[in-house]
Antibody, heavy 115, light 107 residues
């Protein structure tokens, strides 16, 4: 059974940093691209970033480029999202998802940016 | 960037009804279109990929069609558990984009 489990969310002040993790199981993690998607309170879904399975090529939404960094450790079956220079508008539930068609999702991790 | 426009943004329907949600892309996305169902407080649930393919375990009451720029999601025989918000999403090119969502409510 495919499982994705996010962790690392919490309350952070504006301008601060946070690193999210997503631990995968039930499939060959190194064979799949992985993504982050977020959802602000009461709002719709927004793609954040994707990392390829092969060469680690990364893609980012305009809203986070230059502030967020996606990475992966295939030896640990873990996906990461390093978030720097956080803003109030980054407040959201962050989901990790498999591939770019988001065929499996984690349960999400809440990030709150507030002073 | 490819804009995804869903309509309607909300609809009211009764148990047993058949409803159709449309999704229009601002440019050709071939068949790289997915649909998701999201219930309050839950992660989105994948329903359809490549415009018309049901994910494993998704009942055949859900149907998807379309290609290019115009797509539809049809839900037959609405049941209480189907009342939720539905999103379309294109994965033809970056940045990946979602539609604004369609909330299906009980009449």
């Amino acid at each position: 059974e495919v499982q994705l489990l996010e962790s690392g969310g919490g309350l952070v002040q504006p301008g601060g940093s946070l690193r999210l993790s997503c631990t995968a199981s039930g499939f060959t993690f190194s064979s799949y691209a992985m993504s982050w998607v977020r959802q602000a309170p009461g709002k719709g879904l927004e793609w954040v970033s994707t990392i390829n399975e092969n060469d680690g090529t990364t893609s980012y939404a305009h809203s986070v480029r230059g502030r967020f960094t996606i990475s992966r450790d295939n030896s640990k079956n873990t996906l990461y999202l390093q978030m720097n220079s956080l803003r109030a508008e980054d407040t959201a539930i962050y989901f990790c998802a498999r591939r770019t068609a988001f065929e499996y999702w984690g349960q999400g991790s809440l990030v709150t940016v507030s002073s | 960037d490819i804009q995804m426009t869903q309509s309607p943004s909300s609809l009211s329907a009764s148990v047993g009804d058949r409803v159709t949600i449309t999704c229009r892309a601002s440019q050709d996305i071939n068949i790289y279109l997915a649909w998701f169902q999201q219930r309050p407080g839950k992660a989105p649930k994948p329903l359809i990929y490549r415009a018309s393919n049901l994910h494993s375990g998704v009942p055949s009451k859900f149907g998807g069609s379309g290609s290019g720029t115009d797509f539809t999601l049809t839900i037959s025989d609405l049941q209480p558990e189907d009342f939720a918000t539905y999103y379309c999403q294109q994965y033809n090119s970056y940045p990946l984009t979602f539609g604004g969502g369609t909330r299906v409510e009980i009449k």
